[in-house]
């Protein structure tokens, strides 16, 4: 269980060990359903037997759902990049650090985001360049 610690709290070594196993697993837990997700795409999905379609319609319709399926496994997998970063992260001891202020993101942050990498002045810093940028 996550401790309330404050988010500009410097946290200790200790508590960072507490808490590493924990991050760990949970990246691994989405980890593996992304990955079953995947397999379920590729054996059941993946596969359009037309004769089971009657009309143009139905066949319509299970184009449409493979396609959003397709997208779907799109996205996880870049999500999928972002998890095995986080463990990569993790085990080199820079998991709880934003990469670009280097200071600490937080385990308020890191829980509702837990491949995230940046703090959250640097998330709004980064969205407010963003915006500048759209427009």
Known sequence: ??????????????M????????RERLLEEKAKLLRNAQRTLTKDMTLDQ?????EMDLATADYNQSLAFRLRGRERHLLEKITDALRRLEQGEYFWCSECEGFIGLKRLSARPVTTLCIRCKEKQEKRERAFAQ
């Not at 269980?1 to 200790?14: A, I, Q, T």
């Not at 960072?16 to 991050?23: A, K, N, S």
């Open 51 to 55: 004769e089971d379609l009657p009309d």
């Open 16 to 23: 960072l060990m507490e808490h590493r196993e924990l991050f």
């Open 1 to 14: 269980m996550l401790r309330d610690y404050h988010e500009v709290e410097e946290p200790s070594e200790e």
